[in-house]
């Protein structure tokens, strides 16, 4: 199956992973500005607060480019929005258990502080959530074109037996 089969064009779905890549595609750039305007050198880690956690321009460059890429996701839509969600937020999680490791290291370049990992991990969970929604359940609703895709031979009406499989001896 190619990725273009699973969801159609017009599939409720999309409107949710364009809203969920958008919306926090947003708030990254938000994020990302207000950290160049606090202008803290690349790799500087003692600077000014910004909504509570602590940033320096190289943060700030990293927020822009990954709020674009969710911008981008929800220019396109449908599951390369639901892929790119589901991508990004394994990527936030992976990143908030990275700086709590290095947290008060020298490895800590981008000067995480405990608020910044917590944010990491709550950002990631509600970006893959975006992703995952629709996809990834055990009561999804047979018109849902994951749902077809893992039950082949049903047409979405939930009364309708599967094929019969072989006689069993008994």
Known sequence: MKLRDELPVDHRLATVYRFGAGFCGL???????LGFADALSPFDTAGETIAGMTSNVTLSVISTAVGFVLLAG????????????MAVGGLFLLSGFFHL????RPANFLDFGMTNVLFSFAMGLLIAT???????SSKLPHDNPYWRH???GRDGKPNQPTAPGPARAG
Do not use: C, E, Q, T
């Open 101 to 104: 490791f290095v947290l008060d």
């Open 27 to 33: 708030l990254l750039l938000v994020f990302a500005g």
């Open 150 to 152: 893992r039950h082949p």
């Open 130 to 136: 975006f992703g995952m929604y629709g996809r990834v």
């Open 74 to 85: 929800a220019v396109v839509g449908g599951n390369i929005a639901s892929v790119l969600n």
